[in-house]
């Protein structure tokens, strides 16, 4: 997501705020952005593209003896990524700045309201909501203003907020997204993440959800939402600079695998209406459109090709649409029957992968509807298409796909109900009980990293196992094929997902001993029978490993049972996935392998 620096001090701020931000680029960004306050005149330069660009504008165009100031670089999420949305946002008379990261699900209210109150708005963010609101409350302290900010604004968000007239002052608010303030001798810091201030201090004080912190050059001031003082956690940075951009963890993908409850977190952000409706407003497309569809696509590759998988189960299941997915490569030499009344959906997490676009290309060139699914906003994909449902996973540095995959799982199912919903094919009481449970994922997802060091035992003895067999049916099905392909290309062994009760058909004739066969068993009305197929790989000498709900009687059939939370069968599809994502790592580390960046892989497929 978004990366934060700010600065109060002795130091001119340019030269501490510039080399955070490039110490931020690791993570992604398409625009770059610093507000300087110098004796109480404010300076905002901001730019699409590179931090090479900002550098050329802050050159040119930045005062030198401004010492507060703060700096951003911003990966879309709301608003087209262009030198326009770039943060920092100030309100009408330009004494407020902010920078903001994560996702504030209530602003096109708060918007409105204030929209009404005669503001007048510069971008199409989110975040500029914040500078507006804090306008309004010019009479109140700063840190007072944004604790009201804070109890208005709904989701996770971490925000940095200056004013002119408080020039030694930088003051920060946490709910979910991360911030942590860094200690100096007369300066300290306030960023998302500790690389951006780690070459000026060792030391960083926690800041906790639902805090505010008051940073001056001599001073660290923390509250919670209500002013109340708060004891200051200071903890010594032990990590290099390395180890710090993977947040601690030992690489970018398992640092990803972490995330993945906040990934989670944010796709669903905004999207659920209480009591239990689906919110897509970004869904231009008439509903009229979308009732008379007959028939629905999904083109997608690799792991997002998995999430196609899952996206059938749920539109045949809620909507009760036929579904026909297709690996995009193959979509267009098939002449696939499509029409005005076929619903085409994309799915690729970059939004670039040339054979996706181009069987979107070929769905629109028939007059179908499309709609991509994407994780990066702007892409190629969101631009050819009718409408664009992003995922919020934030950049994925790895190659191999994790947090993209699960929240592509998570956005697919929103669109399952959000297509039953506008055409009536489930009852209002059903798809509240689907998103209810859909908003217990994140949680869910936190449960079974938990037991991360459960799943690295496991593995111990399997570092040198060759062949691999992972199987589910049903909605288990895609999380099988998942898992192999997380340990192929990662691990660089041979493993084959398949529909379970289909290995009697042949690949049963692989089965001895020495292989380890993976079972995922969480799809309660086919678990009998994924168990059965279980039994037959046992009998022939597989070790079995099966992924199932925590209470499901299957201890009979594995050798190794690896349990996750119970919830519906479709949406077990997301926690499932995560001790496979967890499974191949522990392996393809042990066998020394580099999981980040895995041999003749790119992140990108730009080539057909
Ligand atoms: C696997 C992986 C690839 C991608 C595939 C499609 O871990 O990352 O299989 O899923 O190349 O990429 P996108 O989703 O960008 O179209």
Same mark, same amino acid.
């Given at each position: !997501?978004?990366? *934060?620096?700010?600065?109060?001090?002795?130091?001119?701020?340019?030269?501490?705020?510039?080399?955070?931000?490039?110490?931020?680029?690791? +993570?992604?960004?398409?625009?770059?952005?610093?507000?300087?306050?110098?004796?109480?005149?404010?300076?905002?330069?901001?730019?699409?593209?590179?931090?090479?660009?900002?550098?050329?504008?802050? $050159?040119?165009?930045?005062?030198?003896?401004?010492?507060?100031?703060?700096?951003?670089? +911003? =990966?879309?999420?709301?608003?087209?990524?262009?030198?326009?949305?770039?943060?920092?946002?100030? $309100?009408?008379?330009?004494?407020?700045?902010?920078?903001?990261?994560?996702?504030?699900?209530?602003?096109?209210?708060?918007?409105?309201?204030?929209?009404?109150?005669?503001?007048?708005?510069?971008?199409? %963010?989110? %975040?500029?909501?914040?500078?507006?609101?804090?306008?309004?409350?010019?009479?109140?302290?700063?840190?007072?203003?944004?604790?009201?900010? !804070?109890?208005?604004?709904?989701?996770?968000?971490?925000?940095?907020?200056? @004013?002119?007239?408080?020039?030694?002052?930088? #003051?920060?608010?946490?709910?979910?997204?991360?911030?942590?303030?860094?200690?100096?001798?007369?300066?300290?810091?306030?960023?998302?993440?500790?690389?951006?201030?780690?070459?000026?201090?060792?030391?960083?004080? *926690?800041?906790?959800?639902?805090?505010?912190?008051?940073? +001056?050059?001599?001073?660290?001031?923390?509250?919670?939402?209500?002013?109340?003082?708060?004891?200051?956690?200071?903890?010594?940075?032990? =990590? $290099?600079?390395?180890?710090?951009?993977?947040?601690?963890?030992?690489?970018?993908?398992?640092?990803?695998?972490?995330?993945?409850?906040?990934?989670?977190?944010?796709?669903?952000?905004?999207?659920?209406?209480?009591?239990?409706?689906?919110?897509?407003?970004?869904?231009?497309?008439?509903?009229?459109?979308?009732?008379?569809?007959?028939?629905?696509?999904?083109?997608?590759?690799? %792991?997002?090709?998995?999430?196609?998988?899952?996206?059938?189960?749920?539109?045949?299941?809620?909507?009760?649409?036929?579904?026909?997915?297709?690996?995009?490569?193959?979509?267009?030499?098939?002449?696939?029957?499509?029409?005005?009344?076929?619903?085409?959906?994309?799915?690729?997490?970059?939004?670039?992968? *040339?054979?996706?676009?181009?069987?979107? @290309?070929?769905?629109?060139?028939?007059?179908?509807?499309?709609?991509?699914?994407?994780?990066?906003?702007?892409?190629?994909?969101?631009?050819?298409?009718?409408?664009?449902?992003?995922? @919020?996973?934030?950049?994925?540095?790895?190659?191999?796909?994790?947090?993209?995959?699960?929240?592509?799982?998570?956005?697919?199912?929103?669109?399952?109900?959000?297509?039953?919903?506008?055409?009536?094919?489930?009852?209002?009481?059903?798809?509240?009980?689907?998103?209810?449970?859909?908003?217990?994922?994140?949680?869910? #997802?936190?449960?079974?990293?938990? +037991?991360?060091?459960?799943?690295?035992?496991?593995?111990?003895? =399997?570092?040198?196992?060759?062949?691999?067999?992972?199987?589910?049916?049903?909605?288990?099905?895609?999380?099988? !094929?998942?898992?192999?392909?997380?340990?192929?290309?990662?691990?660089? &062994?041979?493993?084959?997902?398949?529909?379970?009760?289909?290995?009697?058909?042949?690949?049963?004739?692989?089965?001895?001993?020495? #292989?380890?066969?993976?079972?995922?068993?969480?799809?309660?009305?086919?678990?009998?029978?994924?168990?059965?197929?279980?039994?037959?790989?046992?009998?022939?000498?597989?070790?079995?490993?099966?992924?199932?709900?925590?209470?499901?009687?299957?201890?009979?059939?594995?050798?190794? &049972?690896?349990?996750?939370?119970?919830?519906?069968?479709?949406?077990?599809?997301?926690?499932?996935?995560?001790?496979?994502?967890?499974?191949?790592?522990?392996?393809?580390?042990?066998?020394?392998?580099?999981?980040?960046?895995?041999?003749?892989?790119?992140?990108?497929?730009?080539?057909?």
């Amino acid at each position: !997501m978004c990366g *934060i620096v700010g600065y109060v001090g002795p130091k001119p701020v340019i030269d501490v705020l510039m080399p955070g931000l490039a110490r931020l680029e690791y +993570r992604g960004y398409d625009s770059a952005g610093v507000a300087l306050n110098h004796g109480g005149s404010l300076t905002v330069l901001k730019q699409a593209g590179r931090i090479a660009d900002l550098q050329g504008l802050v $050159d040119r165009e930045g005062p030198a003896e401004a010492h507060t100031g703060i700096g951003h670089t +911003r =990966w879309a999420t709301h608003g087209a990524p262009n030198t326009g949305n770039a943060h920092p946002h100030m $309100d009408c008379r330009r004494d407020v700045v902010v920078v903001h990261n994560g996702i504030i699900e209530n602003w096109v209210d708060l918007k409105a309201k204030l929209v009404e109150n005669g503001h007048d708005f510069d971008s199409d %963010t989110d %975040t500029e909501v914040v500078a507006h609101l804090i306008e309004e409350m010019a009479d109140l302290p700063l840190a007072d203003a944004v604790r009201k900010v !804070m109890n208005q604004a709904d989701g996770a968000l971490a925000l940095v907020v200056m @004013r002119k007239s408080e020039p030694d002052v930088l #003051v920060g608010a946490r709910r979910g997204s991360p911030l942590v303030v860094g200690r100096g001798k007369g300066e300290n810091f306030l960023a998302s993440d500790i690389p951006a201030f780690l070459e000026h201090t060792r030391h960083m004080v *926690i800041v906790e959800d639902d805090r505010v912190v008051e940073i +001056r050059p001599d001073e660290i001031v923390l509250t919670d939402l209500e002013g109340n003082s708060m004891p200051l956690d200071e903890r010594m940075v032990e =990590w $290099d600079f390395e180890a710090a951009e993977k947040g601690g963890f030992d690489t970018f993908m398992l640092k990803e695998i972490f995330e993945q409850p906040h990934a989670i977190a944010d796709t669903l952000a905004g999207r659920i209406e209480s009591p239990g409706r689906v919110v897509l407003d970004e869904l231009t497309i008439d509903s009229e459109i979308l009732r008379e569809v007959d028939k629905v696509f999904v083109v997608a590759c690799g %792991t997002s090709y998995h999430a196609a998988m899952m996206a059938k189960y749920a539109i045949e299941r809620w909507a009760r649409l036929p579904v026909e997915i297709d690996i995009a490569s193959e979509f267009r030499y098939r002449d696939p029957v499509l029409d005005h009344r076929s619903l085409v959906i994309g799915i690729s997490q970059s939004g670039e992968t *040339i054979d996706t676009l181009a069987a979107v @290309r070929y769905a629109r060139a028939q007059g179908s509807v499309v709609i991509g699914v994407s994780n990066v906003v702007e892409s190629a994909l969101a631009r050819e298409s009718d409408a664009v449902l992003y995922t @919020r996973a934030g950049p994925e540095i790895g190659v191999a796909a994790t947090k993209t995959f699960t929240t592509q799982l998570v956005a697919m199912q929103l669109l399952g109900l959000y297509l039953a919903q506008v055409r009536g094919a489930l009852d209002p009481g059903a798809i509240e009980l689907q998103v209810k449970e859909l908003l217990r994922l994140p949680d869910q #997802v936190e449960a079974v990293l938990a +037991r991360a060091d459960d799943v690295k035992e496991l593995t111990s003895a =399997w570092v040198d196992t060759r062949d691999w067999f992972f199987l589910g049916r049903s909605g288990d099905f895609p999380v099988a !094929m998942e898992g192999a392909l997380k340990l192929k290309e990662i691990a660089y &062994v041979r493993a084959e997902g398949y529909a379970a009760g289909e290995m009697k058909h042949g690949p049963i004739a692989l089965i001895e001993p020495g #292989v380890v066969v993976v079972g995922v068993a969480t799809d309660s009305h086919v678990q009998a029978k994924t168990l059965s197929n279980m039994e037959e790989m046992k009998a022939r000498g597989g070790t079995i490993v099966l992924v199932a709900e925590e209470g499901d009687d299957v201890g009979h059939v594995a050798d190794h &049972v690896i349990r996750v939370p119970s919830g519906p069968d479709l949406l077990c599809t997301v926690t499932a996935v995560v001790p496979l994502q967890l499974l191949a790592y522990y392996v393809a580390t042990a066998r020394g392998m580099d999981v980040d960046k895995p041999r003749n892989l790119a992140k990108t497929v730009t080539v057909e």
